[in-house]
Nanobody, 126 residues
Framework: QVQLVESGGGLVQAGGSLRLSCAVS????????MGWFRQGPGKEREFVAAISRIGGSIVYADSVKGRFTISRDNAKNTVYLQMNSLKPEDTAVYYC???????????????????WGQGTQVTVSS
């Protein structure tokens, strides 16, 4: 069983920044593609960003391109999401997820991710 723990959420004014972290248990972190998803009030969970095993492939949702940056440090078993120029519509619970079936590629389909963290709340005030 893979354990994922998100941190770094909080309350920020529009235009501000936050950096989310996701710590992953075990020694096989580098074999997983990693993704960030979010779920706003009354909305379905949606894809935000994903990164391949060693970081060579990255995909972003159109809504966050140019504002968010995903990265990973395999030596620390951690994936990050740097969020800049935050908007009220970014308000959501942010989830970290792992895709153990990836062969160096990344996908945006929720069903492909087998392991999930409990989420961290991000609230952006206008």
């Amino acid at each position: 069983q893979v354990q994922l723990v998100e941190s770094g959420g909080g309350l920020v004014q529009a235009g501000g920044s936050l950096r989310l972290s996701c710590a992953v248990s075990g020694r096989t972190f580098s074999s997983y593609a990693m993704g960030w998803f979010r779920q706003g009030p009354g909305k379905e969970r949606e894809f935000v960003a994903a990164i391949s095993r060693i970081g060579g492939s990255i995909v972003y949702a159109d809504s966050v391109k140019g504002r968010f940056t995903i990265s990973r440090d395999n030596a620390k078993n951690t994936v990050y999401l740097q969020m800049n120029s935050l908007k009220p519509e970014d308000t959501a619970v942010y989830y970290c997820a792992a895709d153990p079936r990836s062969l160096g590629r990344v996908v945006v389909t929720i069903s492909r991710y087998d392991y999930w963290g409990q989420g961290t709340q991000v609230t952006v005030s206008s």
